[in-house]
């Protein structure tokens, strides 16, 4: 079993995505039986598809939530959130995950750079967001908000800004040690973020297979996020 030993004065960036909830039950995006496999991006996740057809966004949304709700976290969560109580503020745990099984495994600061899922906000005014686990599925009405506008899932769809971008530059400006966990690469700004600190901070991957991106990492440990990480780190 791989180990990756933290040291006292390091300061790591843990960065997951959708391969570290697959064994709670969660589908990737990419993989076989992935969403994308099933889904078209454009008419589900984007600007443009909210305006066209906010009906079959909010389906799509419900029935990611219902997905969602019936997962439990698994032992990569569980030794994510123990890091974070060995390195307190050492530890920037960021994640492209918009369930909320890192928060369900014990972790407490968690950056979701591409929104949550059971959240919601107004598509035309400043509400922030606020938690919804409701199911707005068809034939139902698309929630409004009192202002007029449409309430629509707190996500960053295609073509949008992700969330929290400078805190999380300045984390990765910060961190002498970056792990990346079940992330296929292939989505920008995330896989840009081991190629930004290569050079000043060592570089990890752990998932079953080497991502897109993987010349810009000095070690892939491959194996399921679930089987690697409750062993991986000694610090
Ligand atoms: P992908 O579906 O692109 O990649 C999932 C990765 O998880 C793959 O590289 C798999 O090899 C790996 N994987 C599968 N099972 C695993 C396991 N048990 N343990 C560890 N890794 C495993 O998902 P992401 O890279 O997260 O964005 O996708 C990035 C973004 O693209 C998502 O946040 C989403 C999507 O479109 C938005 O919706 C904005």
Known sequence: MPRLTISPVDRVFVLTGAGISAESGIPTFRDAGGLWRNYRIEEVASPHAW????????????????????????????????LEQALGDRLFLCTQNVD????????????????????????????PPFADTSLHESPGEIPRCSCG??????????GE????????????????????????????????????VAGGARTFYVGPEAPANHAMFDECFLGKAGELLPGLFSC
């Open 100 to 127: 909320n099984l890192h928060e369900q495994g014990g972790a407490r600061r968690v950056h979701h750079m591409h929104g949550e899922l059971f959240k919601s906000r107004c598509d035309s005014c400043s509400l």
């Open 161 to 196: 800004t992700p969330f929290e971008l400078e805190q999380i530059f300045r984390a990765l400006d910060e961190c002498s040690l970056f792990i990346a966990i079940g992330t296929s690469g292939s989505v920008e700004p995330a896989a840009s973020f081991a190629a930004h």
């Open 149 to 158: 506008g449409k309430i629509r899932p707190h996500i960053c769809w295609f």
């Open 51 to 82: 305006r066209r057809d906010p009906r079959l966004v909010w389906d799509f949304y419900s029935m990611r939530r219902k997905v969602a709700s019936a997962a439990k976290p698994n032992p990569g969560h569980f030794a994510l959130a123990t």
